[in-house]
């Protein structure tokens, strides 16, 4: 069974947790990239930036629906939403932009088939793979999985 350390992207773009969004906007387009890797000074993944990222830090803040009841005011939904809009709205700094909540790492060691799994069902274009320490060591997309799944073993 093939594993994933074949077959990652090993000269990885990444951004800085302090660059700018704009900055990271910058760098994304012009690496053609749909996800970027956001890592501290000691270069542990901390957070990744996909497009959608982007675009939404440039949309506006919809407000979750609410109804009054005895003083109270009771979301009917979105409040999760609404507060995720929010933060990306207000983020000034790949820190404040990056998704960190069930961030999806790799392992060089996993198998191709366990990786491409996690990304179908998380629906990720890319995995940033990672060491025991969490420190970069590289990307894997759909299409080095595709490649993977299409080269003889």
């Given at each position: 069974m093939k594993n994933i350390s074949t077959l990652m992207?090993?000269?990885v773009i990444s951004v800085r947790e302090s660059d700018g969004v704009e900055e990271v906007g910058k760098k994304m387009l012009t690496s053609g990239h749909h996800s970027?890797?956001?890592?501290?000074?000691?270069?542990?993944v901390t957070?990744?930036?996909?497009?959608?990222?982007?675009i939404d830090a440039h949309r506006q803040v919809h407000l979750?629906?609410?109804?009054?009841i005895l003083d109270s005011v009771i979301p009917i939904s979105g409040m999760h939403e609404?507060?995720?809009e929010l933060r990306k709205v207000t983020a000034v700094d790949?820190?404040?932009?990056?998704?960190?909540?069930?961030?999806?790492?790799?392992?060089?060691?996993e198998s191709l088939d366990t990786v491409a799994d996690r990304m179908f069902e998380h629906q990720l274009h890319a995995l940033p793979v990672v060491d025991a320490e969490g420190k970069l060591l590289?990307?894997?997309?759909?299409?080095d999985i595709l490649r993977g799944l299409l080269s003889p073993s």
């Open positions: 992207t090993t000269e970027l890797p956001v890592i501290d000074a000691s270069g542990r957070g990744i930036i996909t497009e959608r990222d982007l979750p629906t609410v109804i009054s609404y507060s995720e790949a820190r404040g932009l990056a998704t960190k909540r069930h961030l999806q790492l790799a392992r060089p060691e590289g990307m894997i997309s759909r299409s």
